[in-house]
């Protein structure tokens, strides 16, 4: 069965980086695409990357914009969320998504996305 699972979360201060990775296994990885969202205490479950098939097309939720980047390597079936500047209203639980979709369709929602991993904890502090 398909299967993803978020590496990476850590407590860090404001203003360091940190990359989070996500591995897939149980599917054709090049098949689908990839996105990363967040959920802090008591808030909704936020969007913040995503990722085509084949890597090209990449769109940002808007508060993490030039702070953050996602990344994909589909021989290792694993997509990567590179994130900059961290902020402490970056804290939340980061889950990776994946849904098979056609080459030009790029999904932006948590509705869009069929499989979940179950999230890596990042702490930001002040």
């Known amino acids: 069965q398909v299967r993803l699972v978020e590496s990476g979360g850590r407590e860090v201060q404001a203003g360091d980086s940190l990359r989070l990775s996500c591995a897939a296994s149980?599917?054709?990885?090049?098949?689908?695409?990839m996105g990363w969202f967040r959920q802090a205490p008591g808030k909704e479950r936020e969007f913040v990357a995503t990722?085509?098939?084949?890597?090209?097309?990449?769109y940002y939720g808007d508060s993490v914009k030039g702070r953050f980047t996602v990344s994909r390597n589909n021989d290792r079936k694993m997509v990567y969320l590179e994130m900059n500047n961290l902020k402490p209203e970056d804290s939340a639980i980061y889950y990776c998504?994946?849904?098979?979709?056609?080459?030009?369709?790029?999904?932006?929602?948590?509705?869009?996305?069929?499989?979940w991993g179950q999230g890596t904890q990042v702490t930001v502090s002040s």
């Open positions: 998504a994946g849904d098979r979709t056609i080459m030009t369709v790029v999904h932006t929602t948590a509705d869009e996305f069929e499989y």
């Open positions: 990722i085509g098939r084949s890597g090209n097309s990449k």
């Open positions: 149980g599917l054709t990885f090049s098949y689908y695409s």
